[in-house]
């Protein structure tokens, strides 16, 4: 058995100092935000009831489509190879600058072929894609953020968003105003946000605006589509079963769900957070030390297995209250929906390390396979079961896939630890 601390204890220490630092400065964001969106849905809750928080909650979630599709796993793609191409930055800030305005059109056509979006869906659409814009230049500003170890930068601007969002979302639920314009202050947010990583992020790199990019975009798509297809899927899987949800039942029974994943999406980001801080170092390891990257790993998986542990129990004592505390009532069935999901946080936690491990090994393909298949059971097993269970089978459904995607990735992933765990044994 590999001893974890093996010739490495002070690197292990350091590691996890500078990992501890980073993650918690996300975590302050994190909590920021999350309180943000806890007070914004208790706010719309008493203000609209479950059919307003359901068309508000399912708007968001389309928008989280597009703000992804911004995104498409190209930081991590991209993160190792800037050591090498710096000027490949600006590249991809411009190439998102240009696929946002795309999307943002496509976001609004979608809406007139999606058989429940009523006016006041379309609406929030509408205003909203403006965001989409403003998200991918933080997918950019991020990607600085992190390679710099800078996430106190990152979380002052997103934390500062949060606060405008808040007060303008209060404001017009005080002068009850139409449920449509509350997205102007997701609007806004996003909007401050953007201005405030721009200035953060101008002492380490200095981007420029250059629109022709057609051969980048090309060449990217080349080489990453499996990463973006990665994505991609993860996006929809993630998401899917709101709307299967959606076509059989009411925007209440919607909102009752949304509201639960709502919270159960804000401890997700936990793992995100950790390996957001862990991924330069393990990719530094993985070319070096590769004993120690192994170490590392299995280290790593442990803290997040035993993280996890408590956030589901701690989930399960509380969710009652932490719905209560948002709502002001039950709100039908939300905290059995969030029991239910918090039996996947030790799948979620460890499938984001192993996740990131199959992308320092250039595993890219296998990677997407494993999401393809995933995705695929938990559409199967949703249009089976949600038209007879409701949001209950939407919950178990995010279980049971999540914890198929661990095993599948583990199949691939621990045999490559076997592999490099046998290099250094052969080079000592």
Known sequence: MIN???????????????VSSQTIWQIISKVATSLSTFIILGLVSRTFGQTGTGAFTLALTYLGFFYLATDLGLNAFFLPRLSINKEELNSLFNARLIMSFALILLANIGTFFLPFADNNFKLLVLIG?????????????????????KYEYSMAATSLGAFFNVVVVAFLCTIHTPLYLLAL???????????????????????????????????????????????????????VDTFILSSHYSMAVVGTY???YQIFQSMLVVPTFIMNSFYPILIADQRTRVG??????????????SISIIALVLTWIFSPLIIKLIT??????????????????????VTSLLMMVLIIFGKYKPLAAVYAVG??????????????????????????????ILILQLLIVLPLLREQNQIEENNI
């Open 4 to 18: 974890l601390l093996q010739d490495s204890p002070k690197v292990l220490i350091s590691d996890f100092r500078k």
């Open 185 to 239: 202050g997701t609007l806004f947010s996003t909007l401050v946000t953007a201005i405030t990583s721009y200035s953060l992020v101008s002492s380490f790199y200095k981007f420029s605006f250059n629109f022709s990019q057609s051969n980048f975009i090309i060449n990217t798509l080349k080489s990453a589509w499996p990463m973006m297809l990665t994505l991609g899927l993860n996006t929809v899987y993630f998401r």
């Open 292 to 305: 120690l990257f192994v170490r590392k790993v299995l280290f790593s998986s442990i803290v997040l297995l």
């Open 129 to 149: 894609s403006l965001t989409i814009t403003f998200n991918s230049l933080l997918s950019s500003f991020n990607l600085i953020f992190q390679n710099q170890l």
């Open 375 to 404: 995705l695929l059971v938990n559409v199967i097993l949703n249009l089976v079961w949600i038209p007879q269970f409701s949001f209950i089978a939407a919950s178990w459904v995010t279980v049971v896939s999540e914890y198929l």
């Open 328 to 349: 002001g009532s039950d709100f039908g069935g939300s905290s059995v929906a969030l029991n239910i999901l918090s039996l996947g946080l030790p799948a979620f936690f």
């Open 258 to 260: 949304n509201l639960a």
